[in-house]
C-alpha cells in the first residue's frame, strides 16, 4: 500500500526561525515522484518541487531547501528564516509511475509564522 | 497569475443536479489535472489528460468524466450531484515532457456547494 504521512498538523514559529516539514512516505515502487505543494490562505494551491526517487541530492531554492533520504523514505521540507509569508498549508505527495500513474497526498501541515 | 484559467469561480446548485466545470491550461501546456479538496477527504487526484488522451486516473467517481478537448481545454463534469462533492475543484497544466522540473501550474478553482 502507499502512504503519504504528514504528521506534524500544525506548527507555528516567529519569524526569521528556521522550521522543518517532515514527510514520510511508503511504497512498494522503486520508481516514483514526491512533490511538496503549498496552499496560502487565499487557497490557491502552489507547486513547490518535484523530486524523483533516483535523484536523492538535496535541493535548495532560496530560503527553501529539500531533504530526501530513500533510507529513511523521508523528503522534509525545511524553510530557513521564515516569514510571515510562508504562512500556508503545506502538502507533500507521492506519485506512482509504473503502471497507471497514482497520486497520494498527506493530510497537510499548516505553518503559522507569527511577526 | 499561473496562466490557468477555471471558470466559474463558484458554483452552487442542487443535489441530483449535473454540473460542467471547465479548465483552460497555459498556452503550450499540453497536460491538464484535475484535483478535488474538500474537508472530509482532504486533496485528492482525480485524473490527468496529455494532448486529448486520459494519462492517469485517480479518486474519481463513476458520476464524475472529463475529457480534453484539440484546443486543449478540459471539463470535468460531476452529475447526479450529493452534498459531499461540495469541494473545491482545482485544475492544474504542465508543459510537455515535464517541463521544468515536472511543474505543475494550477487554476484559482472552482468552489462547489451542493445543496
Known amino acids: 500500500a502507499q502512504k503519504v504521512t504528514q504528521a506534524q498538523t500544525e506548527i507555528s514559529v516567529v519569524e526569521k526561525e528556521d522550521v522543518t516539514l517532515d514527510c514520510v512516505y511508503e511504497?512498494?515502487?522503486?520508481?516514483?515522484?514526491l512533490f511538496w505543494y503549498k496552499q496560502p490562505p487565499s487557497g490557491e494551491l502552489v507547486f513547490l518541487i518535484r523530486?524523483?526517487?533516483?535523484?536523492?541530492q538535496n535541493e535548495i531554492s532560496g530560503r527553501y531547501s529539500w531533504n530526501f533520504q530513500k533510507s529513511t523514505s523521508s523528503f522534509n521540507f525545511t524553510i530557513t528564516a521564515s516569514q510571515v509569508v510562508d504562512s500556508a498549508v503545506y502538502f507533500c505527495?507521492?506519485?506512482?509511475?509504473?503502471?497507471?500513474?497514482?497520486?497520494?497526498f498527506g493530510t497537510g501541515t499548516r505553518l503559522k509564522v507569527l511577526a | 497569475d499561473s496562466g490557468v484559467t477555471q471558470t466559474p469561480k463558484h458554483l452552487i446548485t442542487a443535489t441530483g443536479q449535473r454540473v460542467t466545470l471547465r479548465c483552460s491550461p497555459r498556452?503550450?501546456?499540453?497536460?491538464v489535472y484535475w484535483y478535488q479538496q474538500s474537508l472530509d477527504q482532504g486533496l485528492q487526484f482525480l485524473i490527468q489528460?496529455?494532448?486529448?488522451?486520459?494519462?492517469a486516473k485517480g479518486n474519481i467517481l463513476e458520476r464524475f468524466s472529463a475529457q480534453q478537448f484539440p484546443d486543449l481545454h478540459s471539463e470535468l463534469n460531476l452529475s447526479s450531484l450529493e452534498l459531499g462533492d461540495s469541494a473545491l475543484y482545482f485544475c492544474?497544466?504542465?508543459?510537455?515532457?515535464?517541463?521544468?522540473?515536472?511543474?505543475?501550474?494550477f487554476g484559482p478553482g472552482t468552489r462547489l456547494t451542493v445543496l
Open positions: 498556452s503550450g501546456d499540453l497536460s
Open positions: 511504497t512498494r515502487d522503486t520508481t516514483y515522484y
Open positions: 492544474a497544466s504542465s508543459p510537455p515532457a515535464g517541463g521544468v522540473k515536472g511543474a505543475q501550474y
Open positions: 505527495a507521492l506519485v506512482k509511475t509504473s503502471g497507471t500513474y497514482k497520486y497520494i
Open positions: 523530486r524523483n526517487s533516483f535523484d536523492e
Open positions: 489528460y496529455y494532448n486529448g488522451e486520459e494519462r
